[in-house]
């Protein structure tokens, strides 16, 4: 007889996987301290420590990097690891003299301790071209050049506050990139091509239509097949299209590039949560490494670095400085596509007289 | 180290560097072909700026709708080890904290059944499995199951819920994230397998106001830790940290309603005008701590810009309990409330925040029985294009 199929166990319960100084402690803890980059050491109420050891990834991980993980685990914490919300490994000890070892071993093995404090922790960033089918640049790329440049901000905390970085390969923004300090969005810039012969074996019409925000596809009947047309000065290249519709090709290796926002923040500290404001439209694809992106971002952290007081996050210096001297120190160039023109646009014109001259 | 398949120049740079490299990570897993293909046409891509990887395909296993996430090459013939190229999702413990052993199943399951190359993790939180055939689907699933995992959410579902580290290893956690992600997860289990939703419903547990989670930018229901009486203050530690910490400059300017004092002995915080930023909090650790009367914000309609713009949460509940031992009615009751509303008039891919916008907060507001608090907003309307009902002629008794 088959085996009866298990469906809707959800997850496994977490509370298995917990190191047992932290099930002793649970929800008793008192105070942490950040030790140095990237070890911070928690005390609990009883006097229990627990400590962390931070490590960066490229979140795209082999098993076997993972498996070796799981050794350097058994061999210093009592086989207990976590991963943060930015795709940083954390190892946990309550042996402190094992902690220098740890370190030792991990960065043998090729990954960085840091991303605590006022620092870079890691970019959080979608697919790209190595699995998503509406990339308009490649993610893992363009992280990988950018953090090699900022490593010595991961591995020290010598920022006025947090940075947040985030990487998004289009629109669709499965990284929270629109609320981030630095936000590198990849852009398409052209509206799609229809591939009318496909269309109606692959995608339902109706369906298509209503994909669209700007409503800029209509049905339309082309060489007698029943297909759509895109009124092309409505379309702003979401591509969510192209996610209901495969024939409907936004992708464009000439016209897809890179664009950098900045100023954006989700913690309620100090200031409210904000979005993330355009800095640079449009920059090309230039692979394996982008250096016209590594060097915009550079940029942007370095003008902030030299002028935020401590504790201002990007957003909150800019706030205080103004977008004139923003673009004015950054050297970046404002333009007509940094003033907004889609839905509740005018929210952001300035309406009052009281300007820095 | 296996020999590549392909000649691969431009990913090889970016082998090169001191920040951990994909392009390694990807090599170590070179003895399986379909890697290797994957790896000729990520070259590809680099070469000729495009990705070649196509979607669609109802791909999945039988019975649930989500979880699995059709992918294949353009390039099928080119590169015939990844004409079908899978993503699959599978929920991740809560907090993402795991043994050694359970990392150590998880990769034995992914080697049987597809590519062993991981994402650590999804940026809803899932941990993701990068690419496997259509026949290991089932296999995979089946094997997942056996050790007591099961797939995450995609399409429009409830996706995976996801959480901080809360009580397991923070002093700020004001409610237990861990438990109530869990709970919710499998309370919705029905609703995260089987999409018949307009579109997407996130769910992220924040234990405090820090937000690590990024509930307020990333989830349609952010549930957000936080407190209602006074910060509990440290005084002797207070002082220790005068010594390195300008207090009036870096805590009292920067109090968003400079409800701090500092004479250069006591720290006075004027708890009403309080509004839970965790600014002094976050500077000075080991003296102050969130209240003890507990619980957390509910604010609903956060997303992403796809289809009708960014929006962040907004505020709901201003102050909900999150007892364990309630089982999380109230916060299951006001979920069940939305998705009724939503799913009869929610139109398709229209996220709950759009919905909120379309039919007026105090329409939705009405509908689930919610009653308007002017916490709800930031400042009552301005202009004077009211629809009133008749209600308003009516007088108090």
């Known amino acids: ?357 | 180290m296996t020999e590549m398949k392909y000649k691969t120049p431009l990913l090889d740079e970016l082998e090169k560097g001191p920040w951990p490299s994909f392009v390694k990570e990807m090599k170590k897993e070179a003895h399986k072909p379909m890697v290797q293909d994957a790896i000729g046409q990520l070259e590809r891509s680099y070469e000729e700026h495009i990705s070649h990887w196509k979607h669609g395909g109802l791909v999945g296993v039988m019975g649930y709708g989500g979880g699995v996430i059709g992918r294949y090459s353009d390039l099928p013939e080119e590169f015939p080890e990844v004409a079908a190229f899978h993503t699959h999702r599978v929920n991740q413990p809560s907090a993402w904290f795991y043994t050694s052993d359970a990392l150590r199943t998880l990769c034995d399951i992914w080697e049987r059944h597809g590519s062993g190359l991981t994402n650590m993790h999804g940026s809803t939180g899932d941990i993701v499995f990068l690419g496997s055939t259509t026949e290991e689907i089932e296999p995979l699933f089946a094997d997942l199951t056996k050790h007591g995992f099961d797939l995450g959410g995609s399409g429009s579902n409830m996706r995976t819920p996801s959480c901080c580290v809360g009580p397991a290893r923070c002093e700020w956690a004001c409610y237990d994230t861990l438990d109530a992600c869990y709970n919710i997860t499998q309370e919705f289990q029905d609703e995260l397998h089987r999409p018949f939703f307009p579109y997407k419903y996130k769910f992220k547990f924040a234990g405090c106001p820090n937000d690590c989670v990024a509930s307020i930018a990333r989830s349609d229901c952010s549930v957000m830790g936080t407190w209602r009486d006074e910060i509990q203050v440290n005084q002797a530690a207070v002082l220790e940290y005068a010594k390195t910490v300008d207090i009036e400059e870096e805590i009292c300017d920067l109090c968003p309603t400079r409800c701090v004092e500092w004479d250069g002995k006591t720290l006075e915080i004027d708890n009403a005008n309080c509004v839970k930023c965790m600014h002094c909090i976050n500077v000075m650790p080991k003296a102050l701590k969130p209240g003890k009367d507990r619980g957390a914000t509910i604010l609903i309609g956060g997303k992403a810009p796809i289809i009708g713009g960014a929006l962040l949460c907004s505020v709901f509940v201003p102050f909900l309990e999150m007892d364990p031992e309630s089982d999380y009615e109230d916060l299951k009751e006001l979920t069940e409330a939305i998705w009724d509303l939503w799913g009869e008039h929610g139109k398709m891919r229209e996220r709950t925040g759009e919905f909120i916008q379309r039919v007026g907060l105090s329409n939705f507001l009405e509908e689930i029985g919610l009653d308007p608090v002017p916490e709800m907003v930031m400042a009552p309307r301005s202009n004077p294009y009211i629809f009133f009902d008749d209600e308003i002629f009516e007088t108090d008794e």
């Open chain 1, 1 to 357: 007889m088959a085996e009866e199929r298990i469906t809707d166990i959800g997850p496994p319960n977490y509370e298995q996987f917990l190191p047992p100084i932290i099930k002793k402690n649970y929800g008793k803890w008192d105070y942490h301290e950040i030790l140095k980059p990237g070890v911070m050491v928690h005390v609990a109420e009883s006097g229990d420590k627990i400590f962390t050891v931070r490590a960066g990834s490229p979140r795209l991980l082999a098993v076997t990097t993972i498996r070796n993980f799981a050794d350097i685990a058994d061999k210093y914490c009592d086989g207990h690891l976590r991963f943060t919300s930015r795709n940083n490994v954390e190892f946990l000890l309550s042996d402190e003299s094992k902690i220098e070892p740890l370190i030792a071993e991990i960065e043998e093995y090729g990954f960085p301790i840091g991303g605590m404090g006022n620092c870079i922790s890691n970019i959080v960033h979608t697919q790209g071209w190595v699995h998503c089918h509406s990339a308009a640049s490649d993610a893992s790329g363009v992280v990988k050049s950018v953090m090699d440049e900022l490593m010595p901000h991961f591995q020290n905390m010598d920022l006025p506050a947090k940075l947040r970085v985030a990487y998004a390969c289009c629109l669709n923004m499965c990284g929270a990139v629109h609320c981030s300090d630095i936000a590198i969005l990849g852009v398409h810039t052209r509206a799609p091509v229809i591939e009318h012969d496909d269309l109606p074996k692959m995608c339902e019409i109706p369906t298509l239509v209503a994909s669209c925000p700007t409503g800029a596809i209509r049905p339309a009947t082309v060489d007698g097949v029943n297909s759509v047309e895109i009124v092309e000065e409505q379309c702003m290249y979401c591509g969510n299209c192209y996610t209901v519709c495969p024939a409907v090709k936004i992708n464009n290796a000439k016209t897809d590039g890179i664009s950098i926002w900045v100023g954006g923040k989700v913690s309620n500290s100090r200031v409210a949560p904000k979005f993330s404001k355009l800095a640079i439209p449009f920059i090309p694809n230039n692979p394996p490494r982008w250096p016209e992106v590594v060097e915009a971002v550079m940029n942007i952290i370095n003008v902030y670095a030299e002028n935020a007081k401590k504790h201002e996050r990007m957003g909150e210096w800019i706030d205080r400085i103004g977008w004139p001297k923003f673009f004015e120190l950054t050297g970046i160039e404002f333009t007509k596509y940094h003033i907004d023109d889609f839905k509740h646009a005018g929210e952001t014109y300035t309406r009052t007289a009281q300007l820095r001259h």
